[in-house]
């Protein structure tokens, strides 16, 4: 199985997830998005791939949002993925595409679905446990 995970390794949440990927015997192709962006059209892809609202994939916290007034509606689509080509700190992480999908993993146990193996137990950096399904 192939996987891809948009990363950042500053966020707690995209560790957890990278590191549950890897527990399941997967070593995924890991794009440093604040590095290597996703292109407009990549980024696109993810989102209809995920099924979710462009507005959806962007990162409030520790962000320009505010600075950038993204909490209003008038923003369109095409102006939304210009501010996060323009800034990708604005793209919510980490995004996880594998042959069964793509999807957001917030929280990161969403990546199980998206695996072929078990994670099997798993703690997480904060100390929660999740338990093989």
């Known amino acids: 199985m192939t996987v891809t995970i948009y990363h950042n390794p500053d966020c707690g949440t995209s560790r957890n997830t990278l590191a549950m990927i890897r527990q399941s015997g997967v070593e995924?192709?890991?794009i440093e998005y604040l590095k290597t962006p996703p292109s407009r059209e990549r980024l696109k892809e993810l989102v209809a791939a995920m099924g979710i609202p462009?507005?959806?994939?962007l990162?409030?916290?520790g962000t320009p949002?505010?600075?950038l007034g993204?909490?209003?509606p008038r923003w369109s689509d095409d102006e939304l993925l210009d501010f996060m080509l323009a800034h990708p700190?604005?793209?919510n992480r980490p995004i996880v595409a594998t042959s069964k999908g793509v999807r957001l993993c917030r929280p990161s146990e969403a990546?199980?679905?998206?695996l072929d193996n078990s994670v099997g137990?798993?703690?997480k950096e904060d100390g929660e446990v999740i338990e093989p399904r």
């Not at 462009?54 to 994939?57: C, D, M, N, P, T």
């Not at 990546?111 to 998206?114: A, G, K, Q």
Request: no cysteine; proline share 4%; charged share 35%.
């Open 70 to 72: 993204l909490g209003d």
């Open 54 to 57: 462009v507005r959806a994939l």
């Open 28 to 30: 995924p192709a890991v």
């Open 121 to 123: 137990r798993f703690v």
């Open 111 to 114: 990546v199980i679905d998206l």
């Open 65 to 67: 949002y505010k600075e």
């Open 59 to 61: 990162r409030e916290k």
């Open 89 to 91: 700190i604005l793209i």
